[in-house]
């Protein structure tokens, strides 16, 4: 049963998440997490960390690893949750895929007509809207701490994302780096 809960779940987030990886997480987020209650907040977070660190785009890295963990969680063993994995992937993929074979044509022949430009126009802000929903979705008390928990914790992670915020948008500081640089900082600050 939870396989194809996961294959109807990633299906529709493949279809209607506009904007690429990032712009799904909180698609993701909100099914896995919240709807469906297949992770918790924290392992999440940690599945969106491991994504952003391995090769390949984040929204599938994020598939897989929640396909995987899901079925773990429902108490199967290590065979299945790689089937979860697949079904994960696979549901997520498969709608662009559908979809690029169908339009690919059409769109090459109307792309310069107006209506065709309008459309996308119009999904830049849409797309902007996701990613930015992306993160404030991911500024919990589990990744942040809070003040009243742990003031320490929560003041050196405002500050490690100021400055990597500050680093990627105008010391233009490779992401790559910056996210090593935070991990040391975290290593060295906050244990």
Same mark, same amino acid.
């Given at each position: 049963? $939870?396989?194809?809960? #996961?294959?109807?779940?990633?299906?529709? $987030? &493949?279809?209607?998440?506009? &904007?690429?990886?990032?712009?799904?997480?909180?698609?993701?987020?909100?099914?896995?997490?919240?709807?469906?209650?297949?992770?918790?907040?924290?392992?999440?977070?940690? $599945?969106?960390?491991?994504?952003?660190? @391995?090769?390949?785009?984040?929204?599938?890295?994020?598939?897989?690893?929640?396909?995987?963990?899901?079925?773990?969680?429902?108490?199967?063993?290590?065979?299945?949750?790689?089937?979860?994995? %697949? %079904?994960? @992937?696979?549901?997520?993929?498969?709608?662009?895929?559908?979809?690029? $074979?169908?339009?690919?044509?059409?769109?090459?022949?109307?792309? +310069?007509?107006?209506?065709?430009?309008?459309?996308?126009?119009?999904?830049?802000?849409?797309?902007?809207?996701?990613?930015?929903?992306?993160?404030?979705?991911?500024?919990?008390?589990? *990744?942040?701490?809070?003040? +009243?928990? *742990?003031?320490?914790?929560?003041?050196?992670?405002?500050?490690?994302?100021?400055?990597?915020?500050?680093?990627?948008?105008? #010391?233009?500081?490779?992401?790559?780096?910056?996210?090593?640089?935070?991990?040391?900082?975290?290593? #060295?600050?906050?244990?």
């Amino acid at each position: 049963m $939870i396989f194809l809960q #996961l294959f109807l779940t990633f299906f529709e $987030i &493949g279809l209607f998440g506009f &904007g690429g990886g990032y712009g799904m997480l909180s698609l993701i987020q909100t099914e896995v997490v919240h709807n469906h209650q297949w992770l918790s907040s924290a392992e999440f977070t940690n $599945i969106v960390a491991i994504s952003q660190m @391995t090769p390949g785009p984040i929204g599938i890295n994020s598939a897989t690893y929640c396909g995987y963990t899901a079925v773990m969680n429902s108490g199967m063993g290590e065979g299945m949750a790689m089937l979860g994995s %697949v %079904v994960a @992937t696979t549901a997520l993929v498969l709608p662009s895929f559908i979809l690029m $074979i169908l339009i690919a044509k059409m769109f090459l022949k109307y792309m +310069d007509t107006p209506v065709v430009r309008d459309i996308f126009s119009g999904l830049r802000p849409a797309v902007v809207g996701l990613l930015a929903a992306a993160t404030l979705l991911l500024m919990t008390s589990d *990744n942040f701490s809070s003040w +009243d928990i *742990n003031p320490w914790r929560f003041c050196i992670s405002v500050a490690l994302f100021a400055a990597t915020f500050v680093g990627t948008m105008w #010391l233009k500081i490779s992401p790559i780096r910056m996210i090593g640089y935070a991990a040391f900082a975290g290593l #060295l600050l906050l244990y």
